[in-house]
């Protein structure tokens, strides 16, 4: 019997999701109110009845390894195949190091490959959110005796020069690639999800190939390899910046979204703690909007996707929003446009999202210059306060890091930010009393 393993590359920081990744893994980012964004690529394998899983971890991976545990809610907690973690480790000999590459990450881990009894190995990344049945792709794989097969969509050419180009003839087999090309030939882009057989996986990794799009592709082309493709016409999201993660979550409130949630037939399983379901309560309004279990609404939500255990006080509005576990959002406040990590505290009467002025954050004009504002973990916005657009709230921040109550678009707030701010004041006080 034919049989296959997956490899899932989960170690990624996701920097351009700014203070979102800075506490954990990108594939480990709440994404559709209850899921994490590795939720998609580990549902996709059990529904196309792929249950021998490596994810490999590399970068914060205290969460994702919290989050996905023995496996046990994608049925992948079993004594043959099940789900296995995998993380970079010190070998004699080796200067200690960091996986380099996509395709470095799969060769440290050469001896899984070698003592798999798998004749086609799945590479999948853990960072994007799709619904794919892989049992047609490792058909076509197979029937096209290749040595790898590439799923590949078309792509708006705005996008294009984030990621690898080809073409392919009329039998699907790929003539040209271009990795993150500046002027892109084709809207024909690789979706960074690969189905190698075995022994040409393990010919074609090396040291000096550390990316599968930069280099092991490439190689194989350029070595006679038979490289085919693979169309795939379904969603597919990459959700690496601020804006295409808040544009992926609002897309599900449409009311014929791309991404069904709620197709029994292709479920996606998550790790989920018992709670008590949502409430809403005689002063609420809520319009459009995805609601988690254990959330209290007295306020309004409009437009927003709330996770578990979210309470919204009473006169309050969140409004085009996102607001993740455990988060308090006070009588009268306002959140808009903004993305509000776990546990965060919204003072009462305060405003997260305020205004027209759109100036780029200053600490990271390149991530945080659309709109949104983000607030980081555990942070507490004090009552009364004015957060404008685009700013960053630090993680863990708290009511004595806010100098001024009124925060201009583009701004930041950061832990400690206060103390120093105070220590100056001191320091300039101290210089006056010399003097």
């Known amino acids: 019997m034919k049989r296959t393993l997956a490899m899932i590359l989960a170690g990624g920081e996701g920097e351009r999701l700014s203070i979102l990744s800075s506490v954990r893994a990108k594939p480990a980012v709440p994404f559709g109110g209850k899921y994490r964004i590795i939720d998609f690529t580990l549902s996709n394998c059990v529904n196309s009845d792929i249950n021998d899983v490596v994810v490999l971890t590399q970068y914060n991976p205290r969460s994702l390894n919290d989050h996905i545990g023995l496996g046990r809610p994608w049925d992948l907690d079993r004594t043959r195949g099940g789900v296995k973690l995998l993380q970079p480790y010190i070998a004699r000999g080796r200067v200690a190091e960091w996986y380099r590459g996509t395709a470095d990450a799969v060769l440290r881990n050469r001896s899984v490959l070698e003592h798999s009894d798998a004749d086609t190995i799945l590479v999948l990344a853990g960072d994007h959110i799709y619904k794919m049945d892989y049992q047609p792709f490792l058909a076509a794989h197979r029937r096209h005796r290749a040595d790898v097969t590439i799923a590949v969509r078309r792509v708006p050419l705005a996008d294009a020069s984030r990621m690898g180009i080809l073409a392919m003839d009329d039998a699907d087999r790929v003539t040209e690639w271009q990795e993150k090309p500046k002027q892109p030939k084709s809207d024909l882009a690789s979706m960074g999800v690969y189905v190698f057989s075995r022994r040409a996986l393990l010919k074609w990794l090396d040291e000096e190939r550390i990316d599968f799009g930069g280099h092991v592709v490439p190689a194989m082309l350029e070595g006679g390899a038979r490289v085919f493709g693979y169309r795939?016409?379904?969603?597919?999201?990459?959700?690496?910046?601020?804006?295409?993660?808040?544009?992926?979550?609002?897309?599900?409130?449409?009311?014929?979204?791309?991404?069904?949630?709620?197709?029994?037939?292709?479920?996606?399983?998550?790790?989920?703690?018992?709670?008590?379901?949502?409430?809403?309560?005689?002063?609420?309004?809520?319009?459009?909007?995805?609601?988690?279990?254990?959330?209290?609404?007295?306020?309004?939500?409009?437009?927003?996707?709330?996770?578990?255990?979210?309470?919204?006080?009473?006169?309050?509005?969140?409004?085009?929003?996102?607001?993740?576990?455990?988060?308090?959002?006070?009588?009268?406040?306002?959140?808009?446009?903004?993305?509000?990590?776990?546990?965060?505290?919204?003072?009462?009467?305060?405003?997260?999202?305020?205004?027209?002025?759109?100036?780029?954050?200053?600490?990271?004009?390149?991530?945080?210059?659309?709109?949104?504002?983000?607030?980081?973990?555990?942070?507490?916005?004090?009552?009364?306060?004015?957060?404008?657009?685009?700013?960053?709230?630090?993680?863990?921040?708290?009511?004595?890091?806010?100098?001024?109550?009124?925060?201009?678009?583009?701004?930041?707030?950061?832990?400690?930010?206060?103390?120093?701010?105070?220590?100056?004041?001191?320091?300039?006080?101290?210089?006056?009393?010399?003097?």
């Open 232 to 435: 795939y016409a379904g969603y597919w999201q990459d959700v690496g910046t601020i804006q295409s993660y808040w544009e992926a979550n609002m897309a599900l409130l449409v009311d014929n979204p791309e991404l069904d949630l709620y197709d029994t037939d292709w479920v996606i399983h998550t790790k989920s703690e018992e709670r008590a379901p949502a409430k809403v309560g005689p002063t609420a309004q809520v319009h459009r909007s995805l609601i988690s279990h254990g959330c209290v609404i007295d306020g309004t939500v409009v437009n927003s996707v709330l996770s578990p255990g979210v309470r919204v006080g009473m006169g309050a509005v969140v409004r085009d929003s996102i607001v993740m576990f455990d988060s308090v959002i006070g009588s009268r406040a306002v959140i808009d446009r903004a993305i509000l990590d776990k546990e965060v505290t919204v003072g009462a009467g305060a405003i997260v999202g305020e205004g027209p002025d759109d100036t780029p954050n200053k600490a990271e004009p390149g991530r945080l210059n659309t709109g949104i504002t983000v607030v980081g973990k555990q942070a507490t916005i004090p009552r009364g306060a004015r957060i404008g657009r685009n700013v960053r709230v630090g993680e863990g921040v708290r009511t004595a890091d806010f100098v001024k109550k009124v925060v201009p678009g583009g701004g930041s707030v950061d832990r400690g930010a206060g103390r120093r701010a105070a220590a100056r004041e001191a320091s300039k006080e101290a210089a006056r009393s010399a003097g």
